[in-house]
């Protein structure tokens, strides 16, 4: 019996001692992608995939992205889990060039934070 309650007396601290863990931080296992550009046409505003390349360099490192649709909008994607100073240019046929100004990605514990971007690509 004196073993029952003396387990009950000290169960409260037992407790408490085994939840320290709540700093501890749980990261996905899914890539995050650092860059998504979604390009459209300047005058009819519609969305553009087809044709366009967007290229991304950091420094000597260069990527070209991969469009992907979410809910039917094409959206480049790329620099995944990928830290850096980044330009990227967006090109069509038919269309001017567009040159972002540098971009900077960084990361927290656990991802690298996403930006998005908006390029209206201007007809010749």
Do not use: W
Not at 16 to 33: F, G, L, N, P, W
């Amino acid at each position: 019996m004196k073993k029952i309650i003396l387990l009950l007396a000290i169960a409260p601290f037992l407790l408490a001692t085994s939840c320290d863990d709540d700093d501890q931080i749980y990261c996905t296992q899914e890539a995050k992608a650092g860059l998504n550009i979604t390009v459209k046409d300047a005058v009819t505003n519609e969305y553009l995939s087809t044709g366009v390349t967007v290229i991304a360099q950091d420094g000597s490192y260069t990527e070209t992205l991969e469009a992907f649709p979410q809910s039917d909008i094409p959206v480049f994607m790329g620099a995944y889990e990928r830290v850096g100073t980044y330009i990227f240019t967006v090109s069509k046929e038919g269309y001017q060039t567009y040159t972002s100004e540098l971009v900077t990605l960084t990361a927290d514990v656990c991802h690298v934070i996403p930006q998005n971007f908006l390029v209206e690509l201007q007809p010749n």
